[in-house]
């Protein structure tokens, strides 16, 4: 596609219930980065795949976090059980390696109740 | 490890004036450095960047930056505001090399506001 796309763009779900948010990076990038963006706590990575592995994950905060990546393309992030602290912005991005700019999605704004 | 630390989460400007938001970096190795812009509701959009040549850069908008390692700093700048520069500014920094290659490490926001 032409850009970084996110879904869904908004979520609401009740506490203790799982959510799944997609990210399809753009087409050839083979780096995948999630971010959360929150009050209070600004902008934090979350998790780096390069191609289906990630080698990166320092920043999931819980083990209620996990996110995939299949085919080199989409990555699933999910956080099960979810609670009131999980309520943020969360931004996937890609990019080719080597190249350092890293191009944006729209984000998935979640909400719990 | 590196931070960044952007000075002041608000800075209002008239139209026309000078912007000016400020970003000082800490990092044990000259890492990459990068100003995004975030409008409501959208996500980050990359302003300009810096990785290794001549200090100063030019973005888009008509926003530049210039990188000084004696200040450690990247501070953004624009000659004369528009009101269609209002937005929430975020620096960020990458150290260069590693696993993590586009792991970006992102100062806290600066909101701008343009006063007609």
């Known amino acids: 596609g032409a850009g970084v796309s996110q879904s869904p763009s908004n979520k609401v779900t009740e506490k203790g219930k799982d959510v799944e948010l997609r990210c399809d990076p753009i087409s050839g990038h083979t780096a995948l980065y999630w971010y959360r963006q929150s009050l209070g706590q600004g902008l934090e990575f979350l998790i780096y795949?390069?191609?289906?592995?990630?080698?990166?994950k320092s920043g999931l905060p819980s083990d209620r976090f996990s996110a995939e990546r299949t085919g080199g393309s989409v990555s699933t992030l999910t956080i099960q059980r979810t609670q009131q602290e999980d309520s943020a912005v969360y931004l996937c991005a890609s990019s080719l390696v080597g190249v350092t700019e890293a191009f944006f999605g729209q984000g998935t704004r979640l909400t719990v109740v | 490890a590196q931070s960044v630390t952007q000075l002041g989460s608000h800075v209002s400007v008239s139209e026309g004036a000078l912007v000016l938001l400020r970003c000082n970096y800490s990092?044990?190795?000259?890492?990459?450095l990068f100003w995004y812009v975030q409008y409501p509701n959208q996500g980050l959009q990359l302003l300009l960047k810096y990785t290794t040549g001549a200090t100063l850069v030019k973005g888009i908008n008509g926003f530049e930056a210039e990188f000084k390692k004696s200040e450690t700093s990247f501070h953004l700048t624009k000659p004369s505001a528009h009101m269609s520069d209002a937005a929430e500014y975020f620096c960020?920094?990458?150290?260069?090399?590693?696993?993590?290659?586009?792991?970006?490490?992102f100062g806290q926001g600066t909101i701008l506001t343009v006063h007609p």
């Open positions: 795949f390069q191609g289906n592995s990630a080698p990166d």
């Open positions: 960020a920094v990458i150290r260069p090399g590693g696993t993590s290659y586009g792991k970006l490490t």
């Open positions: 990092s044990s190795v000259p890492p990459y």
